[in-house]
C-alpha cells in the first residue's frame, strides 16, 4: 500500500482565517514533506520532516506552520495567508534515508486546493 | 537549481514514441521520474542512479548518461494513459537522500 491520504481535498479561506492541513500515511515512513504546486508548475519543497524533527524549511513565511504530531501525522497550519498563497498543497513520504549518498522514494498524497480570498 | 526538462510538451497519436530529456548543471546522485495527470497526485515512476542504468515500467523505460548529467524518459508504443505531465526530481551528489528538485514538466497529450 502506497497511499499518502490528504484532508480536505478543498480549501477556501479569508485572509485572516486560521485554518489546517492534514496528511496521513500508514506505510511506516519516517519522512514527510510538504510541497506547494501551483498551475503548470512543478512541486516546490516547502518543509521535510525526517523522524518527526523539521530538518528542512525552505525558507517558508512563518504564516505556514508545519506540525508532525508523530510518525503518521503531518499537519500544514495556515494563518493570515495572502491570495498568492492560492496553489495545490501537497504532501508526500518516504522511508527516510536521509544521508547523502543515499535515495529515497516519496509517495504523493491527491493534495489540497486552496484558494485564498 | 532547477533542471532543464525538453521538451515542454508532446503530442502523440497512440502507438508512437516520445523521449523526453532531463539535463542538471550539477553532477547527480539520482533522477527520480512522476508523472501526474490532471488533478490528481505526481505518481512515481522510476529512479535512475549514477551508473547509467536503465529501468522501466510498462513500455516506459530510462537512462541515465553520466557524462551529460542528463536522464531521457522513454515512452514506448504510447498509451492513452501515457497523457500527463512528467517530471523529474533530481538529486545531486552530497545533497540530502530526501530533498528533490523537480524540472518544469512536459505535458504530453496522447490522442486516439
Known amino acids: 500500500d502506497t497511499e499518502v491520504t490528504q484532508t480536505p481535498k478543498h480549501l477556501v479561506m479569508g485572509m485572516t482565517n486560521k485554518k489546517s492541513l492534514k496528511c496521513e500515511q500508514h506505510m511506516g515512513h519516517r519522512a514527510m514533506y510538504w510541497y506547494k504546486q501551483k498551475a503548470k508548475k512543478p512541486p516546490e519543497l516547502m518543509f521535510v520532516y525526517s523522524y518527526e524533527k523539521l530538518s528542512i524549511n525552505e525558507s517558508v513565511p512563518s504564516r505556514f506552520s508545519p506540525e508532525c504530531p508523530n510518525s503518521s501525522l503531518l499537519n500544514l497550519h495556515l494563518h493570515a495567508l495572502q491570495p498568492e498563497d492560492s496553489a495545490l498543497y501537497l504532501c508526500?513520504?518516504?522511508?527516510?534515508?536521509?544521508?547523502?549518498?543515499?535515495?529515497?522514494?516519496?509517495?504523493f498524497g491527491p493534495g489540497t486546493r486552496l484558494t485564498v480570498l | 537549481q532547477q533542471p532543464v526538462q525538453s521538451p515542454q510538451a508532446v503530442i502523440l497519436r497512440e502507438g508512437e514514441d516520445a523521449v523526453i530529456n532531463c539535463s542538471s548543471s550539477k553532477a547527480l546522485y539520482s533522477v527520480h521520474w512522476y508523472r501526474q495527470k490532471h488533478g490528481e497526485a505526481p505518481v512515481f515512476l522510476m529512479i535512475?542512479?549514477?551508473?547509467?542504468e536503465q529501468k522501466g515500467h510498462e513500455k516506459i523505460s530510462a537512462s541515465f548518461n553520466e557524462k551529460k548529467q542528463q536522464s531521457s524518459l522513454y515512452l514506448t508504443a504510447s498509451q492513452l494513459s501515457y497523457s500527463g505531465t512528467y517530471f523529474c526530481g533530481t538529486q545531486p551528489f552530497k545533497a540530502a537522500g530526501n530533498k528533490l528538485t523537480f524540472g518544469g514538466g512536459t505535458r504530453v497529450l496522447v490522442k486516439p
Open positions: 535512475l542512479l549514477k551508473g547509467g
Open positions: 508526500a513520504s518516504s522511508q527516510g534515508k536521509a544521508l547523502a549518498g543515499s535515495t529515497d522514494t516519496q509517495y
